[in-house]
């Protein structure tokens, strides 16, 4: 149990980073200049945010456990893109988290 508390946290982390977003499935590739070493996050396709709800911070740490086989690292998480994509997440760059949830929410009329 106390093994899992560090991932909990990096997950419900991720959720907070990730924001609320809606859309069709959105290929993201880095923009050019982008470092690669930049930490990569999902962020949510639907609209909703797992911020205030626990559930959906729940279902977000079921779908990475079910997905990313590799603790942490961007090859981990470009591996899981396919399978998270299937989820309803998208992986962007950890600095454009904000915004790419800002965009997806616009898109979605909210």
Same mark, same amino acid.
């Not at 997905?67 to 994509?85: F, K, S, W």
């Given at each position: 149990?106390?093994?899992?508390?560090?991932?909990?946290?990096?997950?419900?982390a991720a959720v907070a980073l990730?924001?609320?977003?809606?859309?069709?499935?959105?290929?993201?590739?880095?923009?050019?200049?982008?470092?690669?070493?930049?930490?990569?996050?999902w962020v949510r396709r639907d609209?909703?945010?797992? /911020?205030?709800?626990?559930?959906? @911070?729940?279902?977000?740490?079921?779908?990475?456990?079910?997905?990313?086989?590799?603790?942490?690292?961007?090859?981990?998480? /470009?591996?899981?893109?396919?399978?998270? $994509?299937?989820? $309803?997440?998208a992986l962007v760059p950890a600095?454009?988290?904000?915004? /790419? @949830?800002?965009?997806? /929410?616009?898109?979605? $009329?909210?």
């Amino acid at each position: 149990m106390i093994h899992r508390i560090p991932a909990v946290i990096a997950v419900l982390a991720a959720v907070a980073l990730a924001g609320c977003v809606s859309s069709q499935p959105v290929q993201v590739s880095a923009p050019p200049g982008l470092s690669t070493s930049e930490a990569l996050t999902w962020v949510r396709r639907d609209g909703q945010s797992g /911020r205030a709800n626990p559930a959906l @911070a729940d279902q977000f740490a079921a779908d990475r456990a079910a997905c990313v086989q590799a603790p942490g690292d961007n090859a981990a998480l /470009r591996a899981a893109e396919a399978c998270m $994509g299937q989820r $309803g997440y998208a992986l962007v760059p950890a600095s454009q988290a904000a915004a /790419r @949830a800002a965009e997806y /929410r616009r898109m979605a $009329g909210y």
